[in-house]
């Protein structure tokens, strides 16, 4: 995790393909949306959780964990909002259409 802080275009498009087989998956669009904040939701409470655990742990004085605390909200809302958010929910939306069209 503390190797690499910022997610590249082969870990988008990861997490785009997964949008795109859930959506397809639940074949609702409604579904799909809910589907898709309800895990980006959880998996940064997890990301950040981890990251400010990791910190608050160590043996960094208090001024540098209130530093580095900042650093990691700053890095996990700045990979996700605004334009990698839209782009997983619309792959969500085309799954569930290529879900509604061509799996039932």
Known sequence: MFQKTFLDNFDYAEIGAV???AGALLEDIQSAIIGCLAALAIGLS???L?????VSVGG???SGVDVLQSIWIYIIFQSIFPFPLIAFIAASMVG?????RFLQ
């Not at 981890?50 to 990791?54: D, F, H, R, T």
């Not at 569930?96 to 509604?100: D, P, Q, T, V, W």
Request: charged share 5%.
């Open 19 to 21: 949008c795109v087989v």
């Open 46 to 48: 997890i990301v950040f």
């Open 50 to 54: 981890v990251a400010i655990a990791a």
């Open 60 to 62: 960094v004085p208090s």
């Open 96 to 100: 569930s259409l290529i879900g509604e």
